[in-house]
């Protein structure tokens, strides 16, 4: 500055001076003109580096605790965060945690794997989902009410007993790990990173998928089934056919089995590829798919069957046909949303360690979930089982 100053000094001097200036001083002007240039073109550029070193180097939440978005894009700040573990590139994607500690999903990622929860089993997609941050338990009538006939004057109310019990859920955890060299880390940047955390994701998907559908086994050791005919107050369809499926099953099951009184809306058909496939491939005595959408278009147009307006929902981990040919589990269930429940304890968490495997130069993935299904409501819905 003190420089500028002097110059703009001498610079002042020299065009006051009476008359013409010499040639001397007319050529210090320019001089003088030149260095002032240089000193602004100088100081531009030192501006120009501080303010974007700025910007690259704040974090999403300033002191003031205003939100200053981040000029880099999610995946550029994930990326951070995986590649270097720079925690401050997750501020304001994780939910918890100005310093990252203890950060969920980044945004973006967390997308990704509502996606894949959704997308790759069909449980979820046919059942009420919901996300808790501690155990529930819900008061439910357990069994229902029935008056049978009329009450005349002065006569004692009918006395209906109704019984209650309490659903409780727990959180039951999936894991997964995965130790990569720190050398593929930072050389394969955010790609392969993305790949590991969509393929854990995917793990715990379908899992609990299996959970939910025919695996868990209720109370304290897992999520009650959802493919068992047993479950008290369930509704039960038995096919006509022996070991066989048809799509008039479906309408009986929803017409006839189901009480009128839950028809309405938030009702799917769920089922394995198996099951599906068999009421696809099944014809009228005109030739014509019997299936309600095949009959009017082509697979490739198709993004899934309906019967009666209900879209038939597909779960790799629910019985295939063969498995349900003797009737000891469900081939298809008719669900309504309010019959079953997943409590999900609050969403999907990873860590990035580099400390436990830093000896061998590998750093680890790690990713949990936490949840947990139950029976609300069955008799909302039907369970079809094969003859």
Not at 121 to 134: C, E, F, L, N, Q
Not at 153 to 181: C, G, L, P
Not at 211 to 230: K, R
Not at 335 to 353: G, Q, V
Request: net charge negative.
């Amino acid at each position: 500055m003190n420089n500028r100053n002097e110059l703009q000094t001498e610079l002042r001097s020299i065009l006051e001076a009476d008359g013409a200036l010499t040639e001397d001083q007319s050529t210090r002007a320019e001089a003088i003109e030149l260095e002032l240039a240089n000193l602004d073109a100088e100081e531009r550029s030192a501006n120009v580096r501080a303010k974007a070193e700025a910007r690259l180097n704040r974090g999403s939440f300033q002191a003031t605790d205003v939100k200053v978005m981040d000029s880099r894009s999610d995946t550029d700040r994930f990326a951070d965060w995986a590649v270097a573990g720079d925690t401050r590139a997750l501020e304001g994607l994780g939910n918890s945690g100005t310093g990252g500690e203890g950060n969920l999903l980044p945004l973006d990622l967390q997308s990704e794997m509502v996606k894949v929860l959704n997308g790759v089993p069909g449980i979820r997609s046919a059942v009420d989902v919901r996300t808790y941050g501690h155990d529930v338990q819900i008061a439910r009538v357990a069994s229902r009410p029935t008056i049978t006939g009329m009450t005349g004057e002065a006569v004692e109310y009918n006395k209906v007993a109704s019984e209650f019990d309490q659903v409780r859920s727990y959180a039951f955890k999936s894991t997964a790990q995965t130790a990569i060299t720190e050398e593929l880390m930072q050389d394969s940047r955010p790609a392969v990173l993305a790949e590991i955390m969509e393929a854990q994701m995917e793990a715990h998907s379908l899992y609990w998928d299996k959970q939910f559908a025919t695996a868990g086994v209720g109370a304290a050791n897992g999520p009650e089934a959802i493919f068992d005919a047993a479950v008290p107050g369930l509704n039960v369809h038995t096919s006509a056919t022996t070991g066989k499926i048809a799509v008039d099953d479906l309408y009986q099951a929803a017409l006839v089995t189901l009480p009128a009184q839950y028809r309405g809306p938030g009702m799917s058909i769920v089922c394995h590829p198996t099951v599906e496939a068999a009421l696809r491939l099944e014809r009228d005595e005109d030739g014509r798919f019997s299936l309600l959408g095949q009959a009017t278009g082509t697979d490739a147009g198709i993004p899934g069957s309906t019967v009666a307006g209900m879209p038939i929902v597909i779960s790799t981990n629910a019985p295939t046909l063969d498995e349900a040919a003797d009737g000891s589990v469900p081939a298809a269930m008719l669900m309504n949303k309010a019959s079953y429940r997943i409590f999900d304890r609050m969403p999907l968490s990873t860590l990035r360690d580099e400390f436990s495997l830093s000896s061998t130069g590998q750093v680890n993935f790690l990713s949990k979930m936490r949840s947990d299904g139950r029976w609300l409501a069955p008799w909302r819905s039907v369970a079809i089982n094969l003859g």
